[in-house]
């Protein structure tokens, strides 16, 4: 019995002392902190915290309400654009609305291909604090939030949790090139 007691003792000593493992995703939040910063930086996360969990089923509900409301929005300005006489508003908004119609197509058609998948997990919110040093200026502990893949791809942080949510659609497939296709046939 006693030998038993002192391993489980020695056990116990040796897995306290062994290094513990960094956390992943709190080094892809530091990366994605710190991807853009052009001197030397140090940024540490404590207290990191999974809050909840989002589903693509829900993220696409979101995406497809926002572009329905803005195509209700934007037939409503049209309207009104053109009982205006106002052809270059009119113009504008009808191309709008014509984006905004096929994104929201696209979206739809983007889920029913997904299927049964879009009941996985898109992202995960956090809640954690960082501090640090960038070059020569001290951060104080701030906290803030974050949205994380579950392969740990970190969408988006920010300091106010309302906020995370507005770029959470590129957890998407496809989504940012669907946007991008977008932008590109607007630049030409």
Request: charged share 30%.
């Amino acid at each position: 019995m006693k030998k038993i007691l002192l391993f489980a003792g020695l056990f116990l000593l040796a897995a306290a002392c062994t290094p513990k493992q960094p956390d992943p995703v709190a080094e892809a939040i530091v990366e994605a902190m710190t991807r853009d910063i052009d001197q030397p930086c140090k940024i540490t996360v404590s207290n990191l915290e999974k809050l909840d969990s989002t589903s693509f089923a829900v993220e696409f509900q979101r995406r497809i309400s926002i572009y329905d409301i803005r195509i209700d929005q934007n037939t409503a300005r049209l309207e009104k654009y053109i009982r205006e006489g106002k052809k270059n508003n009119a113009t504008k908004m009808f191309n709008d609305l014509q984006r905004d119609t096929k994104i929201f197509n696209e979206l739809n058609g983007m889920k029913e291909m997904m299927a049964d998948d879009t009941l996985k997990t898109a992202y995960y919110d956090y809640s954690f604090t960082y501090g640090g040093k960038v070059g020569d200026q001290k951060i104080p502990s701030k906290k803030a939030f974050a949205t994380v893949t579950p392969d740990g791809r970190v969408i988006t942080y920010g300091a106010d949790l309302k906020d995370i949510h507005k770029a959470s659609g590129l957890a998407i497939p496809g989504y940012k090139e669907l946007l991008e296709s977008f932008k590109e046939t607007e630049e030409e």
